[in-house]
């Protein structure tokens, strides 16, 4: 792995570089500052404030608690999360399965590890709405719906659609699903930025080699490149 970046317009954000917390019940890392981890060189990416990698223990998880004024976006690796919040929302989300709040004016909710026996394994991303006080939604759908053979796949935007999920925000989020030695190619519009998560596997971007729990944050360019060097996941996340 190279230590030195050859491409200054790519900024790589290293797992193990990562804010970490370790509750006993929950194992959770940070990408960006959050609750008692704090590193001013790590605020958040454009509208994107939180990263967060969580580890829930069997039967435990987050009791209720408020959000507002937040796009909140989940992402199950493995095992099952269970919501619950003030809108009537009450389900069980599965590996490969997302959902989005829109917190809004505000909002109470929950979210549990729905096993008794395995550990739930997911991404929750914050994203800043475009507008404060909006009406409080939400949104969940498989990526299981989706076409298993396409290398990437538009998960999230501000439209929304069939089986894309709506953000109140210029922002739009696609799954990378990449086979040992495949490619992609990802277009960047003037004055954008990316950020690339990496949730399993290994790739390399513009000459940069990424693994699981590491990102990269891309401007000032107009493509880049991703080949997986082994079977690799991954979410790209196009900001204004």
């Known amino acids: 792995m190279k230590n030195t970046l050859k491409n200054t317009s790519v900024k790589v954000r290293r797992a193990k570089e990562r804010g970490h917390a370790n509750h006993g019940w929950l194992d959770s890392y940070h990408t960006f500052s959050f609750a008692g981890y704090y590193d001013p060189n790590h605020m958040g990416f454009r509208s994107l ?23 909140i976006f989940s992402y199950v690796i493995e095992g099952a999360l269970t919501h619950k919040d003030s809108m009537g929302n009450s389900s069980t989300i599965k590996a490969g399965d997302v959902q989005k709040i829109t917190a809004g004016s505000g909002i109470v909710h929950s979210e549990f590890n729905g096993s008794t026996k395995e550990k739930v394994h997911f991404l929750q991303i914050w994203i800043l709405p475009d507008k404060k006080g909006l009406k409080p939604s939400y949104q969940e759908y498989s990526l ?17 659609g ?13 799954k990378g699903s990449l086979g040992q030695a495949e490619i992609c190619r990802h277009d960047i519009k003037p004055g954008r930025g ?32 991703a080949k997986a060097l082994e079977d690799a996941e991954f979410l790209l996340m196009d900001l204004a």
């Open 49 to 71: 404030k939180v990263i967060n990698e969580d580890r829930v223990g069997p039967g435990k998880g987050f009791g209720s608690h408020p959000h507002e004024d937040m796009e």
């Open 144 to 160: 299981a719906l989706s076409d298993p053979k396409a290398p990437v796949t538009l998960i999230g935007s501000p439209q929304g």
């Open 162 to 174: 069939n089986n894309v999920v709506q953000f109140h925000q210029d922002v739009y989020i696609y």
């Open 194 to 225: 990316l950020w690339i998560q990496m949730i399993k596997g290994k790739v390399s971007l513009d000459d940069n080699e990424l693994s699981a729990g590491d990102g990269a944050a891309l401007e000032n360019q107009r493509t880049i490149t």
